[in-house]
């Protein structure tokens, strides 16, 4: 089946397109520290043949333990995507929860994120279909690829056709993931853009005991991996002190690194897209 680009804002998503990068902090923690991430990855990625949608989450739903850091809620959160939308000049996305945060959400997001471990909620899908977004789904840590093909259709059903599909890795066993490549050209299968999540994918869940914990340095190795395979975006966190950080520093790419980051992943594309010309 033809991959058929998707239309994210003024970005076009699959083959023959320009990489497209969703990335950003895991969760927002306030106004200036996320406008100044959106503008530095702003900076880097306009000089180089990347599409920028800016991704932070205003709240974590999934966190370990109740006394973790969630988030600003819907209503701050919101308020500062659209001013990183507005003064920035790229489109956001967030991730939503539930089916009535589809509505609001899309009002200020060209892109709605649904998190993997609600991958299988048809009411979520179906509440972020119908508002016309384009809209991401994570693949469930328990789904195999092929099993997206519902997902798909679930979306497809309520008249969305703008739809992308991300790998972040499958259990294996208790605490850690892996990735099984196979699963790019596979979900590449149903039509669909295929987003690599390189920063997820290095997650330890419950690793640190009470909280999620990670290894950073497995992150470019996967990308690279990914990108060799043939993939139509890459999903990655970043923040200036990852350490710092009130959610998944562990497994996040350090602000200041994302520029080398990039190029040594975009010389790989290069080369793999030089085999079609």
């Not at 699959?14 to 902090?25: E, F, N, S, T």
Request: hydrophobic share 40%; proline share 6%.
């Amino acid at each position: 089946m033809p991959n058929q680009p998707a239309v994210i804002g003024p970005y076009r998503c699959g083959a023959g397109q320009d990489l497209l990068i969703i990335a950003g902090p895991c969760v927002i923690e306030n106004l200036r520290l996320t406008l100044s991430i959106a503008e530095q990855l702003r900076e880097i990625t306009a000089k180089r043949s990347i599409q920028l949608v800016f991704k932070a989450s205003f709240d974590k739903a999934n966190r370990t333990s109740t006394g973790a850091f969630r988030g600003l809620g819907i209503d701050e959160g919101l308020r500062i995507l659209d001013l990183v939308r507005q003064e920035i000049g790229v489109p956001v996305t967030t991730d939503i929860h539930e089916s009535h945060q589809a509505g609001p959400t899309a009002e200020v997001c060209d892109l709605l994120q649904i998190p993997a471990f609600l991958a299988r909620q048809t009411d979520l899908l179906t509440a972020a279909g119908k508002t016309g977004r384009a809209v991401n789904v994570k693949k469930g840590q328990f789904l195999a690829p092929w099993d997206m093909r519902h997902v798909v259709s679930k979306l497809e059903s309520v008249g969305c056709r703008n739809v992308l599909l991300t790998e972040r890795g499958t259990f294996f066993g208790y605490g850690r993931l892996v990735n099984d490549m196979r699963s790019l050209p596979q979900m590449r299968e149903l039509g669909v853009p295929v987003i690599f999540d390189a920063t997820h994918s290095v997650q330890e869940p419950g690793g640190l005991g009470n909280a999620t914990g990670g290894n950073r340095a497995m992150v470019e190795p996967l990308a690279r991996a990914a990108m060799a395979v043939g993939i139509d975006g890459l999903f990655f966190e970043t923040h200036p002190d990852p350490d710092s950080s009130p959610s998944d520093g562990p497994n996040m790419v350090p602000l200041d690194q994302v520029a080398g980051f990039l190029d040594r992943l975009l010389r790989i594309r290069d080369v793999i897209e030089s085999f079609d010309r």
